[in-house]
């Protein structure tokens, strides 16, 4: 006999026990049982919390404000027609960007000076983080400060210092090499190839040593011991083994210094047009501003960037996978610094060397620029004056973009900690499978140039309907731009700092009776407060030193320090340029100065 048949009943029972036993995580990974009956399924889809509801939320405000103005931008690209107007499809765009003669000398100047910058500025940055790190080199944490201060200068009156000394005609340096050793042609000239890389180095540098460092700092010595007894030497033991090992940050590093030396602007306006040097992002900058401006041709040179960038992010992790750098584990960590002997005090002077030259001398040249009659001449009867700065403070333009700049730096330093700080707990801390996404979104800004995502903001603004065409030209538009561009550095702050506090403090508020919005509003946000104060000063900084990224969205009444300083360079006006810039470094060390009050420390993104 082979028995009663089982029952339906029985059935779905067995059915629902079996597929539970093929795809044991099917209920966990979803947050509901999919071989339940649907009426239970809509009951489990009911008691979906909040906090899932936010991280869905989360995830589609990204998209909208990430993924859709890039793949606006590649779309507009083959559209000739201007925002607003009826959509006219046409490649003429493309034709006519790929039929200007002078682009291929564009591409070729804007890859050979990333390339060389890179080059140059990631070797620095070894050897500096190295010497921080890993060496008994004297005053080391001070030459980690002012390195960092290299970071927080603005790029734009850093150049206009560096014209002074450089300039062909009257660079003060010029002058004193000529009068010394009786040359009859000044040996430098700021306005070329070498000095556009020059002015770029100070920044540069402090940002692939700000990036390596952490991992310097985490590596285990046992392996460089290893390398000492095997019979190398100190410089085989770093070239061999410390920077092999420590392949992924200094590539990522590379990758990300060679996209930020892609969207370089100002420098480039401004050493470079003088000298017949053009770059990609400086025509992509002229087809804008022609009349009418040509949004199909600088929209298909966006595209290029667009391309390399999804390359290099493809090449940076072939190169990567399949490889083990692992250089902390359960065992003990050996964290110790070599001794240099007498070479400590090299490697010390070198570095001192490297700020005093990079950093204070254009910023103190810079400074006694501003008290000049005329910006350069030093021959005249009256060389020296107070009326430039004197004329700032009762310029009603100097006022207003003044104001716009602290609105935007306190506007855009505010709501990015706060998206940051959301954006961070919930990858760190929330198991939705949506947080996979949410941290690739967060990471997405950092691969495209600032000229790319401001013309992106441009388009999706102008071409958007009437109630967003409202937003141009306003703060709250530069506002979202600059949130959008700090997005990766600011999240991975505050995802570093989230990860150091333990989940046991939310299970004990729990277990007191307290909600999720009570442990993170009395127990998370004060734990993290010295962290948010300096990722509201590095975004404050940013926005108060950024030209690339707001250069299309503002217009003259939402003009900032910045973008006034590069206006009153191409006028021709550069005695009020010098003290514009003396303001905004002067507003940055104030800021530094009121945030280390506050708790300021120096971060990293782990």
């Known amino acids: 006999m082979l028995g009663e048949l089982p029952t339906r009943k029985q059935l779905l029972k067995t059915s629902s026990v079996a597929e539970k036993t093929v795809n044991p995580s099917l209920e966990s990974t979803t947050g509901f049982d999919l071989t339940k009956p649907v009426g239970s399924r809509r009951i489990a889809f009911r008691k979906l919390s909040w906090r899932s509801i936010l991280s869905l939320l989360l995830i589609g405000i990204l998209a909208l404000l990430l993924a859709y103005p890039v793949t606006l ?89 560096w014209i002074l000394l450089l300039d062909p005609h009257y660079g003060l340096l010029n002058r004193f090499f000529m009068k010394i050793f009786a040359l009859s042609a000044p040996p430098f000239n700021v306005y070329s190839y070498w000095g556009i890389i020059w002015c770029h180095l100070a920044f540069s540098t402090s940002v692939r040593f700000m990036l390596m460092t952490p991992a310097f700092s985490a590596m285990d010595a046992a392996l460089e011991e290893a390398g000492l007894v095997s019979g190398s030497n100190r410089a085989g033991v770093l070239m061999r083994v410390t920077i092999p090992v420590l392949g992924p940050a200094v590539l990522a590093s590379t990758a990300l210094g060679f996209i930020r030396s892609l969207e370089s602007l100002e420098i480039e306006l401004v050493l470079g047009i003088p000298a017949g040097i053009y770059v990609v992002p400086t025509k992509i900058w002229d087809f804008i501003h022609w009349d009418p401006p040509l949004y199909d041709r600088a929209t298909a040179l966006c595209s290029i960037f667009l391309i390399f960038i999804f390359l290099l992010i493809w090449l940076h992790r072939a190169l990567l996978r399949g490889r083990d750098f692992t250089t902390v584990s359960g065992r003990s960590h050996l964290v110790e610094t070599f001794s240099l002997g007498r070479w400590r005090w090299v490697t010390c002077t070198l570095c001192l060397s490297f700020v005093t030259v990079m950093i204070f001398l254009p910023l103190a040249t810079l400074v006694m620029g501003t008290f000049m009659e005329v910006f350069g001449h030093f021959d005249l009867e009256k060389t020296w004056t107070t009326r430039h700065w004197a004329g700032a403070f009762t310029d009603a333009v100097f006022l207003r973009s003044l104001k716009n700049t602290i609105v935007l730096g306190l506007g855009a330093a505010i709501a990015g900690t706060i998206v940051y700080v959301l954006i961070g707990y919930l990858i760190v801390r929330s198991r939705l499978p949506g947080r996979g996404i949410i941290d690739i979104l967060s990471w997405l800004p950092w691969a495209l140039p600032g000229v790319l995502i401001s013309l992106a903001l441009l388009w999706t603004v102008l071409g958007s309907g009437d109630y967003l065409k409202l937003m141009y030209g306003t703060l709250s538009l530069l506002i979202l731009g600059i949130v959008i561009k700090e997005m990766p550095l600011g999240t991975q702050i505050i995802k570093a700092a989230v990860q150091q506090i333990s989940p046991e403090l939310e299970e004990a508020s729990r277990a007191a009776g307290a909600n999720w919005l009570d442990y993170f509003r009395r127990i998370l946000l004060p734990l993290l407060r010295p962290t948010m104060v300096s990722v509201g000063i590095i975004v404050f900084i940013s926005a108060a030193r950024d030209i690339p990224t707001v250069i299309f969205l503002s217009t003259h009444d939402s003009r900032t320090l910045s973008l006034l300083m590069l206006d009153s360079i191409a006028e021709g006006n550069q005695e009020r340029a010098v003290v514009l810039g003396v303001l905004v470094v002067f507003l940055i060390f104030a800021l530094l100065f009121i945030g280390r009050l506050l708790g300021f420390r120096r971060v990293s993104a782990q």
């Open 73 to 161: 931008l590649f779309v507009k690209s083959f559209v000739a027609s201007r925002p607003g107007q009826a959509t006219v499809w046409t490649i003429n765009g493309w034709i006519g960007a790929f039929n200007d003669a002078t682009l291929p000398i564009a591409l070729g100047n804007t890859f050979f000076l990333a390339f060389v910058r890179v080059m140059i500025t990631s070797g620095l940055a070894i050897f500096f983080a190295w010497v921080v790190t890993r060496t008994d080199t004297p005053l080391k944490g001070f030459i980690e400060v002012l390195l960092w201060l290299g970071f927080f200068l603005p790029l734009l009156p850093m150049t206009m210092g």
